[in-house]
């Protein structure tokens, strides 16, 4: 079994950047697509970007393409969500999933981003 666990949320002002870590353990993910969802106060958990396996695709929500980069090094068994240029918009539980059918996901991380 697969345990994600996210971290580097906080609390940062607009224009302001954070960068999310998922640590995976258990077994390794190197060989699965992961990816990083959000869910707003009062709003359904939304796509934001993923990552293939090898990191040669890394589809984006249209919200966040250009200010969010999601990245991965799979010998740390670590994927990443550089996110600049944040809004408040952006304020969200942010998470991490992995596999073919997003199986595997991590508790979640707040992002607080304050106007």
């Known amino acids: 079994q697969v345990q994600l666990v996210e971290s580097g949320g906080g609390l940062v002002q607009a224009g302001g950047s954070l960068r999310l870590s998922c640590a995976a353990s258990?077994?390794?993910?190197?060989?699965?697509?992961m990816g990083w969802f959000r869910q707003a106060p009062g709003k359904e958990r939304e796509f934001v970007a993923a990552?293939?396996?090898?990191?040669?695709?890394?589809p984006y929500a249209d919200s966040v393409k250009g200010r969010f980069t999601i990245s991965r090094d799979n010998a740390q068994n670590t994927v990443y969500l550089q996110m600049n240029s944040l809004r408040p918009e952006d304020t969200a539980v942010y998470y991490c999933?992995?596999?073919?059918?997003?199986?595997?996901w991590g508790q979640g991380t707040q992002v607080t981003v304050s106007s």
């Open positions: 990552i293939s396996s090898t990191g040669g695709i890394t």
């Open positions: 258990g077994r390794t993910v190197s060989n699965y697509p």
């Open positions: 999933a992995g596999g073919g059918a997003w199986e595997f």
